[in-house]
């Protein structure tokens, strides 16, 4: 069994161009990874705007219930609900960010 040399040097020739387009786009996956996404600052100043919003909107409906100007208690209640679930929520998040903290300054270096 003889193997041709232009044979192989076909497939090495193959196998290269393979691997460089594998690699080109690893660094594109990179790239991408990287730059793509809010950073945590931003999701954190997100969820607390969003947290607010709720806020805002709840106490806004229940206003307006109270005059008489919002007839429907259910969509009252519920925004109320949702602002309450959104606190808690910041309020056990804060709670774990700082007790991760105390944690790590009281590590013995």
Request: net charge neutral; charged share 15%.
């Amino acid at each position: 069994m003889k193997i041709q040399s232009s044979n192989i040097t076909a497939v090495n020739t193959n196998m290269s161009s393979v691997q460089q387009k594998a690699q080109l786009s690893a660094e594109a996956l990179q790239s991408k990874s990287v730059e793509s996404g809010p950073s945590f600052s931003q999701r954190i100043s997100d969820g607390l705007n969003g947290v607010s919003q709720a806020q805002n909107t709840a106490s806004q409906l229940a206003r307006d219930y109270e005059l008489g100007t919002e007839n429907d208690l259910s969509k009252v209640m519920i925004n109320q609900q949702i602002s309450s679930v959104g606190f808690q929520l910041t309020l056990n998040i804060r709670n774990k960010a700082l007790s991760a903290y105390k944690d790590i300054m009281n590590m013995p270096v």
